[in-house]
């Protein structure tokens, strides 16, 4: 798929997704998901859309209604993943980890995974810096969300897209 | 890595006092998800490690909650700050409620 291709068919992606949430914001959700659904789908350009009420729910539950922006953290998965059991993870971040101001956690969260966030770092400044790296296992290709969170409250995102070709979670 | 809880902890060598050093962390679980079945049929249950802290010294360091998610044998890496000759240790424990210790000693080499 060429450059223009990819941009003119993530445009139709948000377009229709939010024609869909213009449509749902007619009543069937609670105000606090339209809202949500508002503001993840007016958050930098590419980055992913909520699929699903879950991760919408899960997001919610984390950071309520602080903007998720994307910077400050790195989410490094293979584009590929051979064999879903084991995908490999590395999150870094260049934020500073001081007792004045760092990161205390960081929440991983695979969109179409039976249990969607997956994991939770809760760190501490003695750790000097966000650097991680764990495997994960993956049921299909889908996006995966890194994100962190400040102790003065903000909230940064990194996203990859993984393409998973053996199903890990049976 | 075989027996159940059998863990390790890997430090470097040599730490200079103040180093940011990498720590690799691995446990021997079968972290299974509760959605596969035996060659026979039985639904095999959920069992993984839900919960690993880490102490450094007498201080809480970092705390992770893991799901099944984490392949089986979960391997983790994390940073510290080597500020301080003490022990640093870890403590998973699953959702059966088994707990399991692994520790490392954090030494600095003399100058």
Redesign the interface.
Known sequence: MSPADNTSRRHFLRASALATAGLLGSGVLFPGERLLAATTLAGDPGDPEVPNEEVARILRGLFGDRPIRRGHIQLDMPAAAEDGRVVPVIIESDLPMTPERHVKAVHLIVDFNPDAHLAAFHLTPAVGTVSLSTRIKMKRSTWVRAIAETNTGEVWADYARVQVLLNGCG | MSALGEARIRVPERIIRGE?I?VNAIISHPMD?G??RTAEGQPIPAYFIKNVVVR?GD??????????????D????????ADSEAPLSMVWTDNKGDVFEQSANIAFVSA
């Open positions: 940011l990498v998800t959605f596969f450094y201080q809480e360091v970092a705390r992770f909650e893991w799901t099944s998610g984490v392949s089986r979960p391997v983790i890496s994390f940073t510290l700050r």
